[in-house]
């Protein structure tokens, strides 16, 4: 099985040791104006360390989820979603599942119109065969002529990307980041919100304000949120929506579906289903 995020062909390309990662070489020295990667396999066990590069990067998952930490909160990439991550920022990425991803790199100066700020987008079938397309590139060789023109066009259907609502935002206040791991680590616990303002030493009015200002959404909301993102990757790896709505603290089934359908617009099953179906 390929090293989580490079594919057994590149390592030989750049000619690096069977179990380096990308981490491992200078993705920012590569003469590209897009580097493109793939198909590589994400393991749960093979979890990124932190690390940054000046290129911009997109994470597109084909199979599974995929689980990525930047600076500034979670992302969750299902199968036919992507996460841009601009130049300059902390992340490491894990799969969930069997999870499979494209990589690519992109310069800054190749991207002035794509988005200054993480986002998960939704990768059309026309975006999905430019990046495969892309990918078949020779890796240390500048692109000429249709290689060109195919990247110039990958990045305008990236821009026109439509975002998805899959984003987990962290707070910076200490108080609020101990709620944080208070609710990540029993998202089941069905306390009232002015329990939680007493466990962390504030006001309900103030937890709610500081949770409006850091995070731009209200504690409840960012919890159904929580919700979500958990949903997706306990579906991920085989969990029954029964299983996973207990473990969330739904008493029926019913209540986490009809959570789910306006969070994200589609109840959980068809909404993965949907993404496999779309599958490379």
């Known amino acids: 099985m390929p090293h989580p995020l490079l594919p ?48 911009g990067q997109l994470l597109y998952a084909t199979r599974g989820v995929i689980h990525c930490e930047v600076e500034s909160g979670v992302w969750i990439v299902p199968p036919q979603c992507a996460v841009w991550i601009p130049g300059g920022l902390l992340h490491a990425a894990q799969g969930v599942g069997e999870a499979e991803c494209y990589c690519l790199f992109v310069e800054p100066a190749m991207a002035p119109v794509l988005p ?25 060789a500048a692109p000429h002529g249709a290689q060109e023109r195919l990247v110039a066009t990958l990045l305008d259907e990236l821009a026109a990307a439509p975002v998805e609502d899959l984003h987990l935002p962290m707070p910076r206040d200490a108080r609020l980041r101990r709620l944080a ?90 909404y993965l289903a949907e993404r496999e179906s779309r599958q490379i």
């Open 181 to 270: 791991a208070l609710l990540l680590a029993q998202p089941a616990d069905k306390r009232t919100l002015a329990e939680w303002a007493s466990r962390i030493g504030m006001s309900e009015r103030s937890m709610t304000r500081q949770s409006l200002q850091e995070m731009g959404m209200s504690v409840g909301r960012w919890r159904r949120q929580l919700h979500v993102i958990l949903a997706l990757q306990r579906l991920a790896q085989g969990h029954s929506v029964k299983a996973v709505a207990l473990e969330l603290g739904y008493e029926n089934t019913s209540g986490f579906v009809t959570m789910f359908r306006k969070a994200v617009g589609k109840p959980p099953a068809r």
């Open 8 to 55: 057994s062909m590149l390592t030989a390309q750049l000619g690096l040791d069977a179990p380096a990662t990308l981490v491992d070489f200078d993705v920012d020295g590569v003469l590209r104006p897009l580097l493109a990667v793939g198909l590589a396999s994400v393991r749960e066990d093979g979890e990124q360390a932190p690390h940054q590069h000046r290129k």
């Open 116 to 140: 200054a700020v993480c986002c998960t987008v939704a990768v059309s079938p026309l975006l999905r065969e430019l990046i495969t397309k892309a990918a078949g590139f020779p890796t240390l």
